[in-house]
């Protein structure tokens, strides 16, 4: 069965820190891979999403996400953050012909300090 | 342009109590997927809609049951509810049913049972 596992569950970071999220899926056919985040009092938000070509996708607010299909990896980068990511951040997979049966992980907290 | 919407924002019931949550889709996408989130997982998906038939159902009991109306607005209706209901349902749409394709979430509905 489809699964999404995020190593970490809590993150704290001072500003201008770089960050990388880990996100590791389970599925052996065609995916399509999310990263959504949830800020503070908001709704979750489409940060970036992986259909198909280059595996190094850009996202909004300067996040990136690699796709490494060989480590059934998809892992959020930002070369340094800013007090106002403090944020959930999830990672998510659909598998394709799936309907949108979305598997999320289990989030990541990140906590960034001023 | 107008998101996802939901209502109610919050819901209090007791155990036993039917309850009912309504979502309305961005304009033109003709999906609607439902995911229950509990505090600290990332959101499980419940069910997707697509021109008013059922294309997806994920593992909950049958007290969860939905529809989808001829202008693409959603109901979830939970019966019997159980303390262990008690979360934020989230709803999102996306243009069509199935993969690559993007979802995007409302801001959710509280529901406490007690």
């Known amino acids: 069965a489809q699964s999404v596992s995020q190593h970490n569950h809590h993150v704290i970071l001072s500003e201008a820190a770089s960050l990388e999220l880990g996100c590791n899926y389970s599925y052996g056919g065609t995916v399509n891979l999310f990263w959504y985040v949830q800020y503070p009092g908001q709704h979750l938000q489409l940060l970036l999403k992986?259909?198909?070509?280059?595996?190094l996708v850009k996202g909004i607010k300067g996040f990136e996400a690699e796709f490494i299909k060989s480590k059934f990896s998809f892992n959020l980068r930002k070369p340094s953050v800013q007090w106002s990511d403090t944020a959930e951040y999830f990672c998510a997979v659909i598998g394709s012909g799936n309907n949108n049966d979305m598997r999320f992980g289990a989030g990541t907290r990140l906590t960034v300090k001023p | 342009d107008a998101g996802v919407t939901q209502s109610p924002t919050h819901l209090i019931k007791t155990r036993g109590q039917q309850v009912t949550l309504r979502c309305s889709p961005i304009s033109g996408h003709k999906s609607v997927s439902w995911y229950q989130q509990v505090l600290g997982q990332g959101p499980q998906f419940i069910f997707q809609y697509y021109e008013k038939e059922e294309r997806g159902r994920g593992n909950f009991p049958d007290r969860f049951s939905a529809r989808q109306f001829p202008n693409y607005s959603s109901e979830l209706n939970v019966n019997a509810l159980l303390l262990g209901d008690s979360a934020l349902y989230l709803c999102?749409?996306?243009?069509?049913?199935?993969?690559?394709?993007?979802?995007?979430f409302g801001p959710g509905t509280r529901l406490t049972v007690l």
């Open positions: 992986y259909f198909s070509g280059d595996p």
């Open positions: 999102a749409s996306s243009f069509g049913d199935l993969p690559p394709d993007t979802q995007y």
